[in-house]
């Protein structure tokens, strides 16, 4: 009897143990989690630096190009003084008509800026051993190899009156003080407006008396032009000292 309850306990256990098909399946193994990446470790490249804005300069009708570190100093009489330093920049420095107009170099260095043959400014020899040369029609460069200053000017008369002097018309002109100083530009505006003012004005003598008297005494309080002296030539009127009589 115990023999059989023995075998049954023994039949009950192995019908309740897991067959092989009931087997636990085994895990999946874990996803592996992805290492994060470095960040790029190259530098991003340093912006560009914005070119530098020019500076823009106007008297009267001529509005004027400067380089951007270029100072200026209004004067008296509408002209503004330009200082150009090539310590702060390249020695070479352009100055560009952003008005109508082309320029025109003289010998004695100055520049006049015309607009249709017609003067309406101009620009004073620039200082010391600097000189202007000619890039394009509306273009300078000044060279310079220290600071440096040029004059910009539209004004050339202050009065022009009629009177009688030596027994003749007499054209008493009081000049500004950018044009006595500003050599044949300054000269170029001041006929332009004497011109431009009384054309009977326009002759060879009067021009050269003005030349004269620009050259010779560009400090004296009036410039007198006399249309009724000869006409003998600039060198015969430097000669009279600007009263050619014959």
Do not use: Y
């Amino acid at each position: 009897m115990v023999g059989v309850l023995a075998a049954a306990l023994l039949t009950g256990c192995d019908a309740a143990a897991p067959g092989p098909a009931e087997a636990a399946s085994p895990s999946a193994p874990p996803t592996p989690t992805p290492t994060p990446t470095a960040p790029d470790a190259r530098p991003f490249p340093a912006p560009s630096a914005p070119a530098p804005t020019p500076a823009v300069v106007r008297a009267g009708a001529v509005e004027l190009a400067l380089p951007a570190d270029a100072p200026t100093d209004r004067t008296g009489d509408g002209a503004v003084e330009i200082t150009l330093d090539p310590a702060t920049g390249d020695p070479a420095t352009t100055l560009t008509l952003r008005s109508a107009g082309t320029f025109t170099l003289h010998p004695d260095g100055s520049a006049t800026i015309a607009d249709d043959g017609t003067a309406v400014g101009g620009l004073s020899a620039p200082a010391g051993t600097a000189r202007f040369h000619l890039l394009a029609p509306d273009t300078l460069e000044v060279s310079a190899d220290a600071e440096t200053a040029t004059t910009l000017g539209t004004s050339g008369v202050v009065s022009a009156r009629w009177g009688d002097r030596e027994g003749g018309d007499s054209l008493a002109v009081d000049a500004t003080a950018w044009a006595r100083h500003a050599g044949q530009a300054g000269v170029d505006v001041v006929w332009a407006e004497l011109v431009a003012a009384d054309a009977g004005v326009d002759t060879a003598t009067m021009h050269d008396q003005l030349v004269c008297h620009a050259l010779g005494a560009p400090d004296k309080d009036t410039w007198n032009l006399e249309p009724w002296r000869p006409d003998v030539g600039l060198v015969q009127v430097l000669a009279a000292r600007c009263n050619p009589t014959g």
